[in-house]
């Protein structure tokens, strides 16, 4: 007869699924980087996907000169200006007109990816199930489960470019599926969707009546040598990432981010837009979770949203770490395709180091150079690590030196 085991104190203390909480990866990245620095070494982060650019001074003026003496609560709903702006962004950028979606502010967008599955799970007669990509953002299998979803995460591998393609699902995920996270481009392989795949996606979630999570915070970190291509009208092709609203609001919803797009990750400031039903039953629920954006963070977004320029800026930087980075993890074996977006590389350990990259990273790391590996970032993908192209060229190329050296050696 087996014995129960003893719950722990936690256990005892806070709910099952809280308590089962592993530590969030990024936090163990924060203590092994800090303990590098407090031993005096020379720290080469590309742990976290923070890049340390400098905003845009007129965000960054706007928003000083938006905080009042007077403090008062922020609606949900947040301000005319920014509705106007961030659908003039959605326009101008995707051409999809604003009278077919409705849209409300979110304070980043990782509070929303975290609170829509409260408001899905259990849908349509109790649909349960929710799909996301793996490797992929954590939120998304957290979320599930503390809404009291099943969540069902599916690989993404190299062989058909990391693309999840849900048609392939057991029938039974397809009939009881509430929605499904897709993340293009994508954090951490920076794969990105043609048109005709996400026609398909649109397509499959009409007629099996799921909802489409569409994760588009990295939608502007694109090559920048597209921006010197002649786009639409004529003009040519338009290689730039798409999304799924362009194609149909219905069940469809977009989360957009100023954090990679405008360097704003401290400000907290993103959007969700989309399906008209079901955006305004989010703001009604949002009224409960308090995630009013400060309206001084508002003005700033504003004047992110409707500007491009200094997102074309930040596209050339990224552009060239991918360009100079790319190519070394190449010649070592570790990366098959140049990433066309976002800014991480998502690379292949040496068979020496076999599925082992958590001890991979660290060893590493005790050399000064911080990645992910892919156990932090997965729950079944083994062998790889991200690298985050947060440091400049010159100090990514020193440490692309130090990888070499700990791999040769
Ligand atoms: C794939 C993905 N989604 C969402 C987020 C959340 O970004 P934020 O809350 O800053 O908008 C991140 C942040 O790194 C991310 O990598």
């Avoid at 190299?158 to 481009?185: G, K, T, V």
């Avoid at 066309?340 to 998502?346: D, M, N």
């Avoid at 062998?383 to 020193?398: H, K, N, Q, S």
């Amino acid at each position: 007869m087996s014995m129960a085991k003893t719950p722990t104190r936690d256990q005892m203390k806070v709910n099952k699924i809280t308590a089962d909480l592993e530590e969030y990866p990024m936090e163990e990245l924060a203590r092994i980087r800090k303990e590098l620095v407090a031993k005096g070494k020379a720290v080469f982060d590309f742990g976290t996907g923070d890049p340390k650019i400098a905003t845009w001074e007129p965000i960054r003026a706007a928003c000083s000169e938006a905080i009042q003496a007077i403090s008062q609560y922020p609606s949900v709903k947040g301000i005319d200006a920014l509705k106007k702006a961030q659908q003039g962004y959605l326009e101008r950028r995707f051409g999809v007109d604003p009278s077919a979606y409705d849209i409300i502010p979110s304070s980043g967008s990782k509070e929303a990816i975290f609170h829509i599955a409260l408001c899905l799970i259990g849908r349509s007669g109790g649909k349960k199930h929710v799909i996301y990509p793996d490797p992929g953002y954590p939120v998304y299998r957290s979320s599930i489960k503390f809404a009291g979803g099943v969540p069902y995460p599916v690989k993404l591998v190299p062989d058909n470019h990391f693309l999840l393609e849900p048609w392939n699902l057991p029938p039974y995920i397809q009939r009881d599926c509430a929605a499904i996270w897709l993340n293009y481009p994508h954090n951490p392989t920076g794969a990105t969707a043609t048109q005709s795949y996400w026609e398909q996606v649109v397509d499959w979630c009409h007629k099996t009546d799921t909802v489409l999570l569409s994760d588009d915070c990295y939608i502007d970190i694109y090559d920048a040598a597209i921006d010197l291509q002649p786009l639409g009208e004529g003009g040519g092709v338009d290689h730039r990432p798409m999304c799924p609203l362009q194609l149909s609001s219905d069940r469809v919803l977009t989360f957009m981010s100023l954090s990679k797009r405008s360097g704003m990750t401290g400000y907290r400031a993103g959007f969700v837009a989309g399906d008209q039903d079901i955006i305004k039953a989010f703001l009604r629920a949002r009224a409960n979770f308090g995630v009013g954006q400060p309206e001084f963070v508002q003005k700033a977004a504003v004047v992110a949203w409707d500007d491009d320029e200094h997102v074309r800026e930040r596209r050339k930087i990224f552009t060239s770490r991918i360009k100079a980075a790319a190519p070394v993890f190449q010649d070592l074996g570790m990366l098959s395709e140049v990433p066309k977006a976002a800014f991480y590389l998502w690379v292949k350990i040496p068979r020496a180091f076999g599925a082992g990259d958590v001890q991979f990273a660290l060893g590493l790391a005790e050399r000064g150079v911080i990645c992910s590996p892919s156990s932090w970032l997965s729950e079944s993908i083994k062998g790889y690590a991200r690298f985050a192209l947060v440091p400049d060229v010159e100090p990514t190329l020193a440490a692309l030196d130090i990888i070499k050296d700990y791999i040769n050696n």
